[in-house]
Structures are given as C-alpha cells and as structure tokens.
C-alpha cells in the first residue's frame, strides 16, 4: 500500500502500488520516499514508491468515517473498554437508549458479554465499572495510523505534516 499525499503534502488516502504507480508514471504524481526495492518494465526500472504527492493540489472534502460496528471495533482495538477481554464482543451504549442515550461514536463502546450484562441499562456512575477511556469520534487517519502495516516513512505526514 502506498500513502497518497495532496500537493501540500497533507495525506488523502492509501491505495495499491498498481494505481499508485499508474499515478506516478503518468506525470500526476511524484514520488516523495522508496521502499528501496525496484519495479521492472519493458523499458526501465523504477524505484518502488512508498509515499507520493500529487502534483496538483485537489480539494477533498473532510472525510468522515461511517459510525458501524465493524469501525467501532478497530477504534477500541477489538478490547472490552470496560475489562480488557477480547472474547463475545458486542456494543454498548454508555449512556442507555432508554436513558436518552444516542447511537454515536462517543456513546457506543465495545464490551464483552460478561460486561454488557453487568452493567445492564445502568448509568455507568451506579455501577462499579469503569470505561479504559472515554470513546472518540476518530478521523480517516487515526485508522491509517492504526493499520498493521503502516510503514515508518509515513509517520511524519500522518502525525504532524511535513
């Protein structure tokens, strides 16, 4: 995968070295760090990009991240916020449904089962549970910063911009 940064080199997004390479060879992007490895083709070799930068600077819309179970996991890096487990997960509302409480990023938590029925449809001040941290609205980078796979030369855009 390869980070995809605006003109001024604040990140967009990821995508494969096959588009990204498209990208590069057609003149609308430049690469700003390799891997070090090579790319062949019929006519020349290419350094492998790691992290380009397009040429000309393309206005993006703040990209949200859809609030789904599937996001909430990653963001509580699928642990109990409540015990640590990583066994029967499922979704919590901090705040009840019947208390008024929203299905939102920051009231939706995930728990595992033993938790869930614990706490119950209870306010979390009239248990004795208490949250590892209070859940967040994340943006699209804080899950490109989470990936597995992220690379090192990546960390000075993702965490702060060049």
């Not at 499922?90 to 705040?95: E, F, Q």
């Not at 449904?97 to 920051?106: C, I, L, R, V, Y």
């Not at 941290?133 to 090192?152: A, D, G, Q, S």
């Amino acid at each position: 995968m390869i980070l995809i940064l605006n003109a001024d080199y604040t990140p967009l997004t990821i995508m494969s070295l096959k588009r990204a390479f498209r990208l590069v060879y057609k003149g609308k992007a430049e690469v700003v760090t390799t891997k070090g490895e090579s790319i062949m083709t019929d006519k020349k070799a290419y350094d492998r990009p790691s992290v380009i930068r397009l040429t000309k600077f393309v206005y993006f819309p703040y990209k949200r991240v859809t609030l789904s179970r599937y996001n909430i996991y990653r963001r509580d890096e699928y642990k109990c916020l409540y015990c640590g487990s990583k066994d029967a997960l499922t979704l919590d509302h901090v705040i009840p449904k019947s208390k008024g409480g929203p299905n939102s990023w920051n009231n939706l938590a995930t728990c595992c089962m033993s938790c869930n029925i614990t706490k119950g449809d209870r306010m979390l001040d009239e248990t004795n549970m208490k949250l590892s941290y209070k859940p967040f609205t994340p943006n699209y980078l804080f899950f490109i910063n989470k990936m597995n796979k992220m690379h090192e030369d990546w960390k000075p855009y993702i965490m702060g911009g060049k």
